[in-house]
């Protein structure tokens, strides 16, 4: 028997209560983590496994980029999170690639991949999943009914809410 939690359902409101503690006490610690790695960390270092760490990251990203090209031709919902990981993991794979290459010969080949490849690609990614989360508020307003949806950073998380009609900014009504 599966347990289906409502907006008003207890462990739904201590569920958000927890989620709300992990990711806000996570902040305030790679904060002060982030300000404690500037200030500490040798500005050169050796360093065993490069090889395996850019190999693993890499093999990472690849799974990444077949999982996305996967869902996509297979025209399946699940495309969305795959393509916001893959664009990250792009992201991720460029700024490294050119801070670690700065003051080397292999700066340009860096500037370029990055430029011509590993950024296009991220932004194509991420704005494939931001499209692809409107058309599917899109069409979920339609069907219910309520015409074209608002914004998206305006709308409510059905799951928390009672409704995931966004309030009206000057009356409070829905």
Known sequence: MSLTLTPNHPAAAHLRRLF?????ASFVFLLAW????????PEHREVAHWDIAWVGFDCFLVAAIGMTALWA?????????WAIITATLLCCDAWFDIVL??????LPISLLTAGVGELPLA???FYAAWRLIRLSMAA??????RGEPP????????IFEHSAVPRDEHTGEH
């Open 123 to 125: 932004a194509l990614l």
């Open 140 to 145: 979920a307003w339609a069907r219910s009914g």
């Open 20 to 24: 709300l503690a992990v990711i806000t």
């Open 34 to 41: 982030v300000v404690y790695l500037a200030t500490s960390l």
């Open 101 to 106: 290459d700065w003051n080397t010969p292999d």
């Open 151 to 158: 914004r998206m950073w305006r709308v409510r998380m059905s």
């Open 73 to 81: 031709w297979l025209r399946r919902p699940i495309l969305i999170p």
